[in-house]
């Protein structure tokens, strides 16, 4: 092999294992430093978007399940099994719901959903951390299932116990007091009233008061505007949370002013009602008694901001006692939000007045 073939083949050898050149090096981590700047951004966006998506449904959810929990109060609002509460004796004034003593409870039977309209923080004493400028609704019925049935929630001793009879004697439905057609108690021996065949005890059923309201927080100084319920328990009122993110609760309650059964105007308050009053005819207590149906407006919120959003908008939950859109605005703006609403028909009050 001549010198120049020496000479070409070494200079090959040199130029396969020369490896790269600074410039070379550098060009290549500028393109490796741009696809991974690309990559982080592409993950941070999708990241970003995920998280939106979850705090979407996650809002979506809450404020669906916020409606069917109110939903579901009202629907069963006013049952007292056989028992008809338009018998009962109306009290002269709006009946206290903080109420822990038998006397105190039953007073409040024939009114069976009651609210109040925009409350200030310390409307109701039982209440804590209430959310100023929202609703609150108190609901009175029993448990649909009796106590000792397969899958019944058990009774607490000491907790309020209902009965009804279903025996026409003259020392039960027979009697013309009202007072013996029913027990309400925490007293287990008063438990005497019978079926049909008067002879067989009645089925006894647990009595439900629940409180709906707003709370600033849904533990203590977390900020998260949270809807609650208080529940009548044995001899006290005990509250727990049940959806994180709801703002604002407004109500519009149904009346039905001719006795058929359906809704015929919607007020905010029926307390202020065509200026009713202890002497009007109906009294403004009278007018819940009216009451058929109900609108339910919940605000939800999101439980995180969204970085860089600003919500500036106005949200109206119905209408105010005066008849002006119930604008709600000036929120805090970092919260992405949503209005849900649902007109729920009172089944037990409109059944009876239409039957």
């Known amino acids: 092999m001549s010198n120049r073939a020496y000479a070409i083949q070494g200079s090959a050898k040199r130029a396969a294992h020369r490896g790269m050149s600074l410039v070379e090096l550098l060009v290549a981590i500028a393109i490796g430093a741009l696809i991974v700047a690309a990559m982080a951004v592409l993950f941070a966006n999708n990241s970003r978007s995920r998280s939106e998506t979850e705090r979407a449904s996650r809002q979506m959810e809450n404020g669906r399940y916020a409606l069917e929990v109110l939903r579901n109060e ?90 009804t009879s279903a025996c026409g004697n003259a020392t039960e439905l027979g009697s013309a007091d009202i007072a013996n057609h029913y027990r309400l108690d925490t ?22 008061l629940r409180i709906y309201y707003v709370a600033n927080n849904d533990r203590a100084g977390d900020g998260v505007p949270t809807l609650k319920f208080t529940e009548l328990g044995a001899g006290a009122l005990s509250a727990s949370s049940l959806v994180q993110g709801v703002e604002n609760l407004q109500l519009e309650y149904g009346l039905d002013t001719d006795g058929n059964g359906d809704a015929d105007v919607y007020t905010a308050n029926p307390d202020l009602y065509l200026g009713c009053s202890a002497t009007t005819t109906p009294t403004c207590v009278g007018r819940w008694t009216s009451v058929v149906s109900a609108k339910v407006f919940v605000l939800t919120r999101s439980i995180d901001t969204s970085p860089g959003y600003v919500d500036a908008k106005t949200y109206v939950l119905g209408r105010k006692a005066n008849g002006d859109p119930n604008e709600f605005s000036g929120l805090d703006p970092g919260y992405k939000r949503r209005v849900f609403q649902e007109v729920v028909r009172l089944q037990n009050p409109s059944g009876r007045r239409g039957s």
Do not use: W
């Not at 008809?84 to 007073?107: E, F």
């Open 187 to 208: 007293d287990a021996t008063v438990f005497t009233l019978t079926l049909r065949n008067c002879t067989t005890v009645a089925p006894r059923r647990r009595y439900v």
């Open 74 to 163: 009202l629907l069963h609002a006013g049952y007292y099994g056989e028992l008809d509460p338009a018998g009962l004796v109306l009290p002269t004034t709006k009946p206290d719901p903080c109420a822990t003593d038998i006397a105190g409870i039953q007073a409040g039977m024939p009114v069976y959903v009651q609210g109040y309209d925009d409350v200030a923080a310390t409307t109701l004493t039982c209440l804590n951390d209430v959310k100023a400028g929202t609703d609150v609704v108190v609901i009175r019925r029993v448990s649909g299932c009796v106590v000792g049935a397969a899958g019944c929630t058990g009774v607490a001793a000491g907790a309020p116990v209902f009965q």
